[in-house]
């Protein structure tokens, strides 16, 4: 394959340099210090880092990228592995070439690695599951989630099938601890020095939870409670076995019939109203119940898999619970209830979920901490950060170890400052992965502003004279285009 140069490199490594030239000289006081709560900084590479040719795209500037995150003093970098680029054309057939590639360029830039093993894909970036997968899925849809009017969610499969030997005799949690082992196998030499920490896919986008808003809100319209997602049969077949067993087989026909549609308003029908809602009736709670507990069961299933197959390595394994805080000034919290989180103002849904955490001692992934309440739309009644405070009461309570993401990859308003509230004084975080490497990342809008904000969490006694002017050439010359892919081969 032929060699496209990317046009920015030269300019990029010389800005590098002189910024390298500048911070060198500065009266033997280092720009690289620890956090002031130790908090390890972590920033995302882009989501299709390693194309489906498996080559490392836009890789020059990549490679700029991560000297200027060093030079910066950022810890490492995040790196999205996927099932459907890896595993893509047979069970058991794995291709590492690209990510084995990128590993190599994280290591020889001098930072760490945190790996997210992504068991889901994503049709916003033309992402796919393994293409085996998904012709099994086209002959047998019922390994997706499917929502009340029969539509199926194709981006990952359903935990129903967790156990179920639907993928060629083998079950998805079989084939998912295979991929581990290799992964773990292929990068050996990586684990403990360059790798030191893995997030397992835990369901939509990573998160533990059900994929409730599939349908996309328009920019304009507030975010709806979602949808349950209980209709594949699969998932009807557990339903059903679990009412008869408790006595009460019509409440196992299926999700609650008055419940509204993915953008309707909670009030719209009777299910989430905040008083006289059905969601305080007794099948409601034995309908959310088994529906929260199916969603623990899985990450179960997934966590204690990791944790055995990484229990020899010096590697730290997370997952990730997504911070559904639309709604959650309601009584009965819809939103979170969709997504799988049996959580309203008279119940907490996250015990049991942090509880599961502890037991596989996994630390838990937080987005959501670039929010805060004041930018929220009035009418959607969110909360993010009431939410993410009694989120981190419950880790605290069984030990669980907190790290954090933010949510808005073009920056959410006072972002930066929200984050810095987020890291310190009792709010103690073991790493922050700021999403994401790309296009408006190294931008003029936005790239001096992330470096402002590491340099004031890094704490450094540098004076504001000795800053390298040369910050605002770097990041106007680190800009990438979203739209170049550079397949980079070796002559």
């Known amino acids: 394959m032929e060699k496209v140069w990317d046009p920015i490199h030269s300019q990029a490594t010389a800005a590098i340099q002189s910024e390298q030239l500048r ?31 498996n080559a490392v795209n836009h ?36 291709e590492w070439s690209g990510y084995l590639a990128l590993a190599e360029m994280v290591q020889n830039a001098g930072l760490k690695l945190h790996v997210s093993l992504c068991f ?50 083998k079950t998805p949690v079989q084939v998912y601890r295979e991929f581990c082992e290799s992964f773990k196998s292929s990068f050996s030499s990586f684990m403990g020095s360059t790798i030191t920490g893995i997030s397992m896919g835990l369901g939509p986008d990573g998160e533990l939870r059900y994929p409730s808003h599939q349908r996309l809100v328009k920019s304009n319209k507030i975010t709806g409670p979602g949808e349950f997602q209980c209709y594949d049969k699969n998932m009807l077949s557990i339903l059903k076995h679990h009412a008869e067993a408790t006595g009460n087989p019509l409440w196992g026909l299926g999700g609650p019939h ?4 993915y953008n309707e308003s909670p009030n719209s029908n009777n299910f989430f109203r905040d008083h006289g809602g059905s969601w305080e009736s007794p099948y409601a709670d034995f309908f959310l119940s088994w529906y929260s507990n199916q969603l623990i069961s899985h990450g179960e299933r997934i966590l204690s898999l990791a944790s055995s197959t990484f229990s020899e390595t010096a590697i730290t394994v997370y997952g990730k619970v997504p911070l559904m805080h639309s709604w959650y000034k309601t009584r009965s919290h819809p939103s979170e209830l969709t997504a799988g989180y049996y959580n309203t103002t008279t119940r907490d849904g996250y015990e049991a979920v942090t509880e599961m955490f502890a037991r596989n001692s996994c630390k838990l992934m937080l987005p959501g901490m670039d929010l805060s ?37 073009t920056g959410a308003p006072g972002g930066f400052e929200q984050i810095k509230k987020n890291l310190v004084g009792d709010n103690v975080v073991d790493l922050f992965s700021y999403q994401r490497m790309g296009a408006y990342f190294f931008s003029p809008e936005h790239f001096p502003s992330f470096t402002k904000f590491v340099r004031s969490l890094n704490q450094s006694e540098l004076h504001s004279d000795d800053l390298p002017e040369e910050k605002e050439e770097a990041a106007d010359s680190l800009r990438v285009s979203s739209d170049s892919v550079v397949c980079m081969q070796e002559a």
Request: overall charge negative.
């Open 120 to 169: 889901h894909a994503s049709k916003q970036h033309k992402l796919s599951l393994p293409e085996w997968v998904s012709r099994i899925g086209e002959s047998e849809p019922s390994i997706f989630f499917t929502d009340r009017a029969g539509r199926q969610y194709k981006e990952c499969l359903s935990l129903a099938v967790d156990d179920l030997p639907v993928l060629d005799g």
């Open 59 to 94: 890789a020059r500037a990549i490679a700029a990228g991560l000297k200027a995150l060093k030079l910066l003093g950022v810890e490492g970098v995040e790196l999205p592995v996927w099932w459907g680029i890896v595993e893509k054309e047979a069970m058991g057939k794995y």
């Open 258 to 261: 008055d419940a509204p549609t």
């Open 373 to 409: 309440d004041e930018h929220q739309p009035h009418e959607s009644l969110s909360s993010p950060e009431l939410l993410l405070a009694q989120i981190r009461t419950a880790c605290r309570k069984h030990g669980v170890e907190v790290s954090g993401q933010n949510s808005s990859a």
């Open 23 to 53: 911070s060198d000289s500065v009266s033997g006081r280092s720009t690289r210090s620890k956090s002031r709560d130790n908090v390890r900084l972590f920033v995302g590479l882009p989501l299709d880092t390693i194309s489906d040719c």
